[in-house]
């Protein structure tokens, strides 16, 4: 079956732009996140959906971060005014039950958007 | 918070063994992950730990000591298609998955 899906795959921005990236969680998974990953470093998150519910936005960097999943299915990461700083990996994970509900539910993770800021 | 300290780089000779430590400060939490990343893919899991102690899949084993405040990864039979990052994470009491560094392993023939 089909995993979770990201597009674009690359974008480039010029800095002061507004950028939307997409994410297509696996069908019928309640639970998604959104991590942002620098060079050589781990996965940070960044937000959490449970559903059309955003349940945790504590790790978004600034105001200038926004995330929506108006349907519970598909998620979008908007960001705005980009600086270089934003320049990074941004990943999408998606797991089948809620995230609080005390199982070790594993994420499975899209390959990701790769964010230059110019 | 957590801190996860991994090692930066291992290089292995193909057939061999590699253990790749992962240790971290918490107060508390639900279980330890660890994930694989190839360059420029998603990372895909390998295994996780909730109690202390060796979790064995394969080629793959992950080790568990709480009161030690540490983890390891061993990967036996190296295959050249095991040069990647290794990611652990730690999922925290409020369920937050909080990843380490990575650990590059380089396979060589």
């Known amino acids: 079956g089909a995993g979770v899906s990201q597009s674009p795959r690359y974008k480039v921005a010029k800095r002061g732009q507004d950028v939307a990236l997409r994410c297509d969680p696996i069908?019928?998974?309640?639970?998604l996140f959104w991590y942002q990953q620098a060079l050589g470093q781990g996965p940070e998150f960044l937000t959490y959906?449970?559903?059309?519910?955003?349940?945790?936005k504590s790790g978004l960097p600034s105001d200038r971060f926004f995330a929506e999943r108006p349907e519970g299915s598909v998620s979008t990461l908007k960001i705005q005014r980009t600086q270089q700083e934003d320049s990074a990996v941004y990943l999408c994970?998606?797991?089948?039950?809620?995230?609080?509900?005390?199982?070790?539910?594993?994420?499975?993770f899209g390959p990701g958007t790769r964010l230059t800021v110019l | 918070g957590q801190n996860i300290d991994q090692p930066t780089e291992m290089t292995a000779t193909e057939g061999a063994i590699v253990q790749i430590n992962c240790t971290y400060q918490?107060?508390?939490?639900?279980?330890l992950f660890w994930y694989q990343q190839h360059a420029g893919e998603a990372p895909t899991f390998l295994s996780y730990?909730?109690?202390?102690g060796l979790e064995e899949k394969g080629r793959f084993s992950s080790f568990l000591s709480r009161s030690k405040g540490y983890s390891y990864l061993l990967l036996k039979e190296l295959q050249m298609k095991d040069s990647a990052s290794y990611l652990c994470?730690?999922?925290?009491?409020?369920?937050?998955?909080?990843f380490g560094a990575g650990t590059t392993v380089t396979v060589r023939a």
């Open positions: 730990n909730v109690l202390d």
């Open positions: 994470a730690l999922l925290s009491n409020d369920y937050k998955l909080s």
């Open positions: 069908s019928g998974h309640v639970s």
């Open positions: 959906f449970q559903n059309e519910a955003q349940l945790d």
């Open positions: 918490t107060s508390g939490f639900n279980g």
């Open positions: 994970a998606s797991s089948l039950t809620p995230w609080t509900s005390g199982g070790l539910d594993e994420q499975f």
